[in-house]
């Protein structure tokens, strides 16, 4: 619902074409997830292995942004949604230049060591 109601008509005004790639978290497996008819999915068949490493979210955004989230208590799931828009509004965009710029060195790492542990190159 989320993604259906939420995410992708902000997407779409940005993009006709994308493609997502769902972590492991059983709710992003789900039969309905995975079927659903509005999005293309990467099949989990098909991700590619240590996909924390290559994926920007992961290696570069989240930790500040969840530094922030969570700086003091939070008392309900509306209100860590509501921190979640707010510190993401406040990224700074060299963060997000930085995920990028580093995303095709970590790329080419994955590749290198044919899709094993590559941490050490990077």
Not at 93 to 122: D, P, S, T
């Amino acid at each position: 619902m989320l993604l259906t109601r939420d995410l992708l008509p902000d997407i779409r005004q940005h993009s006709d074409y994308f493609i997502f790639q769902q972590d492991g978290a059983p709710a992003h497996r789900a039969k309905d997830t995975v079927e659903n008819g509005n999005t293309d999915f990467i099949l989990p068949t098909l991700w590619p292995p240590n996909s924390p490493d290559i994926n920007p979210i992961d290696y570069k955004i989240w930790d500040p942004l969840q530094e922030q989230v969570y700086r003091t208590q939070i008392k309900d799931v509306d209100e860590l949604c509501h921190r979640i828009a707010d510190e993401c509004d406040k990224l700074e965009q060299n963060v997000i230049e930085k995920a990028v710029v580093q995303w095709r060195r970590r790329l080419q790492a994955c590749i290198a060591a044919a899709g094993g542990h590559f941490e050490h190159q990077l």
